[in-house]
């Protein structure tokens, strides 16, 4: 059963910048590729970012330009780098490759 851990979470300032990763415990990214969500307070669960196996990206409006999403097959590894960061991108951030998530990471931006 392959794993996904989450990391990189954390506080940070309007503006600022943070990296998630996403650690895969087996070959699964080259399979079904991974996306990344959120789940903010209150509000539904919505996907944030993906990229297939073939390497095709695709964004939430309200994050493009802001985030880029990678992965790193030999270290079977996936990444969300996230700047310019708002208060409403505030959540728990998830990583998902095909049936398998993750168990999340709290992303705060506040002053």
């Known amino acids: 059963q392959v794993q996904l851990v989450e990391s990189g979470g954390g506080l940070v300032q309007p503006g600022g910048s943070l990296r998630l990763s996403c650690a895969a415990s087996?070959?699964?990214?080259?399979?079904?590729?991974m996306s990344w969500h959120r789940q903010a307070p209150g509000k539904e669960r919505e996907l944030v970012a993906t990229?297939?196996?073939?390497?095709?990206?695709n964004y939430v409006d309200s994050v493009k330009g802001r985030f880029t999403i990678s992965r790193d097959n030999a270290k079977n590894t996936g990444y969300l780098q996230m700047n310019s960061l708002k208060p409403e991108d505030t959540a728990v951030y998830y990583c998902?490759?095909?049936?398998?998530w993750g168990q999340g990471t709290q992303v705060t931006v506040s002053p």
């Open positions: 998902a490759s095909g049936p398998v």
């Open positions: 087996g070959s699964i990214f080259s399979i079904y590729g």
């Open positions: 990229i297939t196996s073939g390497g095709r990206t």
